[in-house]
């Protein structure tokens, strides 16, 4: 039997920004080693996601700068393949979140230089050229969980939901554990919704 084709697929839709995201995609790299299942990674964006929503002025702003590394990482895909997606991804972030840097451009040259990427990606952050298949990534998701809900969005045998929203990123066991749990929740054809109000930020560790 192939081990590979029995491995179970894991649809997960992340804009580099957002930090919640970020906790979310350290859990489900931990369960790709303690489970059978594989990841397959996407873009949505948040920049999209509020396109004609009336917010304040500070995220507004955020926004603007959303679109660099989203647009990077898409053109990365249609140009190298799907496979750079996890990888870049991962760099960015960890340069971004756990480094707690904002130097979008260096951080940009720096993670594609660590994947092997050619430098010249990073003109694609201030261009349009692969706007459609970005727009395209994001609608796949909101498609699954609906237009009332952000980024992570995580999907398994054809159920998405936002979330699960984490902190920290449980590892080992207790993220395969945790795995265990959303995989029996997507398996509920009624199940919509799970949430209680954060009391803390995003922990870095």
């Known amino acids: 039997m192939d081990v590979e084709a029995a491995r179970d697929v894991v649809d997960f839709w992340f ?30 964006s948040l920049a999209v996601l509020n396109e004609g929503r009336d917010l304040p002025e500070d995220y507004r702003t955020m926004l603007d700068g959303a679109w660099g590394p989203v647009r990077v990482v898409i053109a990365a895909a249609a140009l190298h393949g799907d496979e750079v997606v996890g990888p870049l991804y991962t760099a960015l972030g960890t340069r971004r979140h756990p480094g707690g840097r904002t130097d979008t451009e260096s951080i940009v040259a720096e993670s594609l230089a660590e994947v092997g990427l050619p430098a010249d990606l990073a003109r694609f952050a201030t261009s349009d050229e692969y706007d459609e298949q970005l727009r395209a990534s994001h609608q796949r998701a909101i498609d699954l969980v609906g237009d009332e809900v952000g980024t992570p969005v995580v999907a398994f045998n054809g159920t998405a939901f936002f979330g699960p929203v984490i902190t920290p990123a449980p590892r080992g066991e207790a993220a395969g554990r945790l795995w265990d749990g959303f995989a029996l929740i997507t398996s509920v054809p009624g199940f919509y919704e799970l949430k209680r109000t954060r009391t803390q930020g995003p922990v870095f560790d």
């Open 15 to 44: 804009d580099p920004l957002c930090p919640w995201a970020w906790m979310t995609s350290r859990w489900i790299v931990e369960v790709e080693k303690v489970r059978d299942v594989e990841v397959r990674w996407h873009v949505m």
